[in-house]
């Protein structure tokens, strides 16, 4: 069943006022912002069928979308329009150069996650306000050389960051999803919005303990190319990329001055698909909401003990010089195995996730709160009934890694930074193509 739509497009500035502390890399209290490099935004499409549902769409710029921004966002848009939360889908880019909102606790970034839901349901009103009529098209196409599995095969079989003269790396451990979707919104009135998923960490800005600039990182160069060459409003939604980087070896320091071809590139690939874009019909929404009860790895009272002592001298002294032999000797990865020692803790047998599937005849949203593996995306977009499927991770919650059996058991850091079981990936990415099956139907 065909029918017509309305697309609406919002964008407000999410800068914090002042210094601040930094996430993504080395996160604490020990590392604040001085400067911004470009601007922090949110940004909402909103899609309203002939049925007068509404889809709000929203991605910032943004480490993580946490659960209390989440939530506070949905109950103000949901306060002032009537929209259901379960149809308010908030995510983040995951730029590593964004202000520390997973570890809320200094006032500074309290009072920003507080003002952050504001911003966030200000351009959603925003998008509402600017709904016209609009026709969707789409395209896709495998980019290589432009992401890259960041778990690296040794000489002698082992997998790891580091190597050595005599056990140097031999390749990666997987292939990474080169898959790049856009969709244009092509609009009766004003600006046509394009929406681009692709999926590789932005950490060009944020490579260094010492990098203090606030930054989008290379997603705010392809949103500038691109509004710039076609005329057009941009809106960019991080794929499933937690275990996907923008290089080929790691190196030393990345550099701001990296990002700029890497994100023109980007642009120019996303430019060359325009003229192999389909037009597609749209359906009226459907939705549903599931809330996953995803298996925990418990932590013993041994492990919490050790943890609680060195993560505390880490929030206490953000000396990485002597927390990260500190770690090494209790058989850690990195300082931040503590801290997922303790939030496991903290949680009972099962953790209740909330993953969404939502559906506009032959487009389609699959929702994850928090790093999934590229290999369970790729699960997903392979076998959901709709061709044309959009994964979104890091939406509505921030759980950290979920890493897949493969990654755990030749290990990495995020299996060693996990909080949920081993098979829990996997299983989410079941339970999302289910619910897109249960759509179909």
Sequence with gaps: MSCEIQVGYGRKDIMPIGSIEMGG???????????????????CIAITDDRDQTLLVITTD????????????????????????????ISATHTHAGPDVWNPGPQTVNDYLEQCAVKIANAAFAALEDRKPARIYTAMKQVSGLNFVRHYKRADGTCGATQTPENPWVGHMTEPDTRMRIVLFKREEGKDILMMNWQAHPCYTADRYDALDLSADYISVVRSYLEIMLDCKFAFFQGACGNLVTR??????????????????????????????????????????????????????????????????????????KCAPWA???????????????????????????????????????????????????YVKDNSPVENTI???????????????????????????????????????????????????
Aim: aromatic fraction near 8%; charge should be negative.
């Design 25 to 43: 890399l080395g996160n604490g209290p020990h590392r604040k912002s001085n400067n911004a490099f470009d601007t922090l935004f949110a940004t």
């Design 62 to 89: 943004l480490c993580h979308s946490m659960q209390g921004v989440t939530a506070d966002a949905r109950k103000i848009i949901t306060a002032k329009t009537g929209i259901p939360g379960d149809h308010i889908m």
């Design 248 to 321: 080929s070896k790691i190196k030393t320091e990345y550099s701001e001055r990296e990002m700029v071809p890497y994100g023109k590139r980007l642009g120019d690939e996303a430019i060359s698909m325009l003229s192999h874009l389909k037009e597609i019909q749209p359906a009226p929404l459907q939705f549903i909401q599931r809330q996953y009860p995803c298996p925990v790895e418990h932590s013993t009272d041994v492990e919490k003990e050790q943890a609680t002592e060195l993560w505390n001298y880490w929030l206490e002294t953000g000396d990485m010089s």
């Design 328 to 378: 090494a000797k209790l058989g850690y990865q990195s300082v931040y195995v503590a801290r997922a020692v303790l939030e496991r803790l903290g949680l009972p047998k099962h953790h209740e996730i909330e993953l969404n599937a939502i559906r506009l005849g032959e487009l389609a949203w699959a929702t994850v709160p928090g790093e999934m593996f590229d290999t369970c995306g790729a």
């Design 391 to 441: 994964m979104m991770p890091y939406c509505n919650g921030a759980y950290g890694y979920f890493p897949t059996i493969q990654a755990i058991d030749y290990g990495c850091y995020e299996a060693a930074t996990r909080k949920y079981a081993r098979g829990a990936a996997e299983e989410m990415a079941e339970n999302l193509v289910e619910m897109l099956r249960e759509l179909d139907k």
